[in-house]
């Protein structure tokens, strides 16, 4: 079955292959503001409220990433029992910004805002990130479905799945 991509990526890609100057570059770049995503999400945004990353939480969060989360506190709104949260992790040098949607414990939408690695940029792409929907968090904190790697993109992939759990047990954590 073949997948399809848009032309503007397919001849992205073809400049890369054939290593015009500057094409990695333009690979990089921003779909979405966080802001944007936001008021997609909500159309009349609610305040947004933080949750302090401290105790059994951090210590669960830098198992889930294998390192330290660089903030101190997550930003998030919630309406309902929806919620929104924009995370970064880093895919191999670079961050990547993941916006998730969270609806009754499941995540309702993962969509990444910003891509910055010269390679992998198949996570932002719905065949891929359509593998989240419905995905849910299981009592070790581990996705409750596998969610398939692209030949690749394997640190992207991994960082992306890595913020799926963050932003189910940040979640968990509010609703409790």
Do not use: C
Not at 10 to 28: D, I, K, M, Q
Not at 99 to 107: E, F, L, P
Not at 134 to 156: C, M, V
């Amino acid at each position: 079955m073949m997948r399809s991509i848009s032309v503007t990526r397919a001849a992205l890609l073809l400049a890369v292959l054939l290593g015009l100057p500057g094409a990695t570059a333009l690979a990089r770049g921003i779909n979405q503001t966080p802001d944007a995503f936001i008021q997609e999400t909500f159309p009349r945004p609610p305040k947004p409220k933080v949750i302090w990353l401290t105790g059994d939480l951090k210590k669960e969060i830098e198992k889930i990433l294998q390192h330290p989360y660089a903030k101190l506190r997550v930003k998030y709104w919630k309406k309902g029992d929806k919620s929104a949260w924009v995370l970064d992790e880093i895919g191999k040098e670079k961050p990547i910004t993941v916006g998730v949607i969270i609806n009754d414990g499941k995540i309702a939408s993962l969509r990444v805002l910003a891509f910055r690695e010269s390679r992998g940029w198949e996570v932002e792409q719905p065949f891929f990130t359509r593998q989240f929907t419905q995905a849910g968090l299981r009592k070790d904190n581990r996705l409750d479905r596998n969610i398939d790697g692209i030949t690749g993109a394997t640190l992207s992939v991994r960082a992306l799945k890595k913020l799926a759990r963050m932003a189910l047990l940040l979640d968990q954590n509010i609703r409790k």
